[in-house]
């Protein structure tokens, strides 16, 4: 005879997708909230809910957080096993950390967490055990809630303040939220540290009170301690995109318009070196992203960044390269430059630089753009004028005879009323290291428009491939096509849109059977 279980699982249902699916309600709740929007995904194999809300007498929207399938008595009964479990079995951390990838935790727990679900909850069938024992490891052995936060693709950053504060995130759509979230006490933002540190060899102590690090898949995390950040511990992550930004986000968000799109097309395609510049947080590793879009298949690609940010298609031929920070004693150091000049020796078709920030850097850039390698970089600079004067004075301190090596500035802007970005300006630089602004965004109408013909542009493209004019204005319009057609067909992941750029510049005639009548690319 079967017994019955002593704790029942919630009834609600368990959402199986990983995608989000948003949904706009704004209406009001009997509590004076209104509900801005509402998604599910899974973490590991738990089941999510989020709710953003606004709440009166609070300035910022609330971000709240639910796992679906448990009830307050079923999380009082795995508290009380959570206990049971650190008391059965001990492991030191550092075998957790390096163990939890590889699914070798979940065997040396499993019996354990078994047995102890069996015995508080014997009718409960293999799919709610193992979600039972994914949230038990989480809340054991890992962050908790924050690992939530870590799933959420909606997500771009995770902030803890101090125990006091709840935790905030920054939403792709919402900007920035306050979470239903909070930690226990400052012990515990600091055992979150510890742990991060411990992942990636680093350590965090009253002696060395700040931390910078990256984690294997590419997020970036800060953390200082007590009484250095005086209110308490704080950790910062910044999570790498899960779906990078790529030419049809670009295109069908009105970011930029596809005849500025087919130019830098051009420009890229023929091996132009090009800038991107723009303030912070106005899109410019975005813009590198997808300017990277348009590298045609035959050729060898060296990145080069602090942070793993830049994602190209699996089939190029591609080395992503990252920095190091020194280890506590300054030693081991692995900078920008150190990278940049070992890239040269990698016989390299283009290099992709995450930012400009000192003289050594620039020269050293402009060095290999001489050598006839196609390079582009980021730079902090608000128009086009800004971007020559950041790199003819100090720091940076380039020689304006240098500057007609870069053929493209393209710069990026964020509207700081609606937050909404932009591509602003597309120049030239000309060979007497003057600028030539081509396109320029009218702020009020946010259309980008044609404001002078260039004077540089098109004449190095047809002296070093010997096109026309005429010739060249076809392949723009037979860009734009391409453009149109990749958001007709939704095409916008950077794998599906690097297929598209392998087939235009393997097989044009024949995607350009596809394009004209505007039919999904069926490859041969």
């Not at 989480?138 to 809630?145: A, D, E, F, P, T």
């Not at 986000?249 to 132009?272: C, H, R």
């Not at 089939?315 to 081991?332: C, D, Q, V, Y």
């Amino acid at each position: 005879m079967k017994r019955k279980s002593r704790h029942k699982i919630s009834s609600k249902k368990h959402h199986t997708s990983h995608s989000h699916k948003s949904k706009s309600t704004n209406k009001k709740t009997p509590h004076g909230i209104k509900i801005i929007s509402t998604y599910n995904f899974d973490s590991g194999n738990i089941p999510i809910t989020i709710k953003i809300y606004v709440k009166k007498g609070e300035f910022v929207p609330i971000y709240d957080v639910s796992i679906a399938g448990i009830s307050k008595n079923t999380e009082i009964v795995l508290e009380k096993i959570r206990e049971e479990l650190t008391a059965q079995v001990s492991l030191g951390m550092v075998d957790i950390l390096s163990m939890k990838d590889t699914g070798i935790i979940e065997k040396k727990f499993g019996q354990a967490i078994g047995t102890l679900l069996n015995k508080h909850f014997p009718d409960a069938n293999e799919k709610v055990i193992n979600f039972l024992k994914s949230y038990l490891i989480q809340k054991s052995l890992g962050m908790g809630s924050i690992e939530i936060l870590m799933d959420d693709n909606e997500l771009e950053e995770i902030a803890i303040n101090c125990a006091q504060d709840p935790v905030w995130v920054y939403h792709i759509k919402h900007g920035w939220l306050k979470t239903s979230i909070t930690l226990p006490n400052e012990e515990q933002i600091r055992h979150y540290a510890a742990m991060i540190g411990r992942r990636v060899g680093r350590q965090i102590t009253v002696l060395e009170p700040l931390m910078d690090a990256h984690l294997a898949r590419g997020d970036r995390v800060n953390a200082t301690l007590e009484p250095i950040s005086v209110r308490g511990n704080t950790i910062t992550l910044r999570k790498f995109a899960a779906k990078p930004w790529t030419i049809t986000d670009f295109i069908k968000s009105e970011t930029i318009s596809t005849g500025s799109a087919a130019l830098i097309w051009l420009g890229v395609q023929y091996e132009l070196a090009a800038l991107i510049a723009g303030g912070t947080a106005t899109g410019k590793t975005s813009m590198l992203n997808v300017v990277a879009n348009f590298f045609p298949p035959n050729q060898r690609i060296i990145s080069i960044e602090d942070t793993r940010e830049i994602q190209l298609p699996k089939f190029l031929h591609w080395i992503p390269m990252i920095t190091r920070l020194p280890n506590p004693e300054g030693k081991g150091e692995i900078s920008m430059l150190d990278l940049l000049v070992n890239s040269l020796r990698m016989r390299p078709d283009r290099i992709i630089f995450g930012e400009i920030r000192r003289k050594r850097e620039a020269e050293v850039l402009f060095e290999a753009i001489h050598t006839g390698h196609s390079v582009y970089a980021t730079l902090h600079a608000n128009d086009t004028n800004e971007t020559i004067t950041r790199l003819t004075n100090p720091p940076i301190e380039i020689p304006k005879t240098m500057l007609p090596a870069i053929s493209m500035i393209i710069v990026q802007y964020r509207n700081r009323r609606s937050g909404i970005r932009k591509t602003f300006q597309i120049s030239e630089i000309l060979p007497n290291s003057e600028t030539n602004t081509l396109i320029q965004l009218d702020i009020k109408s946010g259309k980008l428009n044609k404001i002078n013909r260039s004077k540089s542009l098109f004449n190095t493209i047809e002296t070093f491939t010997g096109f026309s004019k005429k010739e060249m204005v076809k392949s723009l319009k037979e860009k734009e096509s391409v453009l149109k057609w990749l958001v007709k067909q939704n095409i916008n992941t950077v794998d599906t849109v690097g297929k598209v750029m392998a087939e235009y510049y393997t097989q044009p005639d024949y995607l350009m059977g596809f394009v004209k009548k505007n039919k999904p690319l069926i490859r041969k």
